[in-house]
């Protein structure tokens, strides 16, 4: 894969750069996607595990379905992809990661000033006095939901359901943040899920040069800059060896 020189150069004179992540940067983790051919949602639906009224129904399943993905991050480890955004973070005087993940890989791989849209499936917190749980021994050696230290009330794990709101103020950075880069890469996510999915356009409607990689044409395709059809292991890397080339 040719990296486009105008790419090149969009990159030499960013000050401010965004990288917008979803479910496809961790995919060469060994981590599912939830949309595509082995998508999560093909085979359960959400509406039965990610949401409220389910966890309400039927704490313990939802609470089970939790631990097993806990445990799939658990034994994965960050891929080419989360850390070569952490090494082009520091070329940059202004970067940030806005992720739909909540597998916290971005985290591990180095990553800084991170903002996560749909919370973080290392932290859990009380229903009722919203106490937050986040030890990974408490994670892990509960079989059935937890109770509340405090007050008796369910924990659960800190991710966004369908129906919630993101959590308070994360959207409105990742916006500002969107709004002055320069640059935005869309990495691994299908943006079909609003709002994380106006983040783009945010840094498009002001001006960044949009860059998308993805195994496949999505929704945003025709209204990036410069579309990059592979693996985001084997993308990035790529870019930032030529961008090491043509800034030496
Ligand atoms: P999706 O599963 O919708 O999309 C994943 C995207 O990654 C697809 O466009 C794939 O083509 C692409 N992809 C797969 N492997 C890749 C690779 N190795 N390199 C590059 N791209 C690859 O995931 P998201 O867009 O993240 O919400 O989904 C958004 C939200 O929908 C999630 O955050 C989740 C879900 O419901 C909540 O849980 C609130
Ligand atoms: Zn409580």
Redesign the pocket.
């Known amino acids: 894969m040719n990296i486009p020189n105008k790419l090149l150069a969009e990159l030499k004179r960013a000050k401010s750069i965004l990288f917008f992540t ?4 961790s ?2 983790s060994g981590i599912s ?4 051919e082995h ?1 999560i ?1 093909n085979k359960l639906k ?1 509406e039965e595990l ?1 949401n409220f009224d389910a966890f309400m129904k039927n704490p313990d399943m939802v609470w089970e379905w939790y631990q097993y993905r806990r445990q799939i991050v658990d034994d994965s480890e960050p891929n080419p ?1 989360h850390i070569t955004i952490a090494e082009m973070q520091n070329h940059f005087e202004n970067s940030t990661v806005v992720t ?3 597998d916290n890989l971005h985290g591990r791989a180095g990553s800084k000033n991170i903002l996560e849209l ?1 919370g973080n499936i290392e932290r859990n917190f009380c229903i009722d006095c919203k106490t937050y749980y986040n030890s990974r021994e408490f994670q892990f050696a509960e079989k059935h939901v937890p109770k509340c230290e405090k007050c008796g009330g369910l924990v659960r794990p800190d ?4 129906g919630e709101m993101l959590p308070a103020g994360v959207f409105e950075e990742a916006e500002r943040k969107a709004s002055e880069s320069d640059i935005c890469f869309i ?7 609003y709002p ?1 999915a106006y983040i783009p356009i945010s840094a498009k409607q002001n001006g960044a040069y949009l860059v998308e ?4 044409l ?1 929704n945003i395709s025709d209204s990036v800059d410069c579309c990059l059809i592979g ?3 084997e993308i990035l890397p790529r870019i930032m060896e030529e961008y090491l080339t043509a800034i030496k």
């Open positions: 979803g479910a496809g940067i995919a060469e996607t939830f949309r595509g998508g949602w959400p990610a992809g739909q993940n909540v749909h991710v966004v359901w369908f990495v691994g996510t299908s943006a079909v899920v994380a990689i993805n195994i496949e999505t693996k985001a292991g």
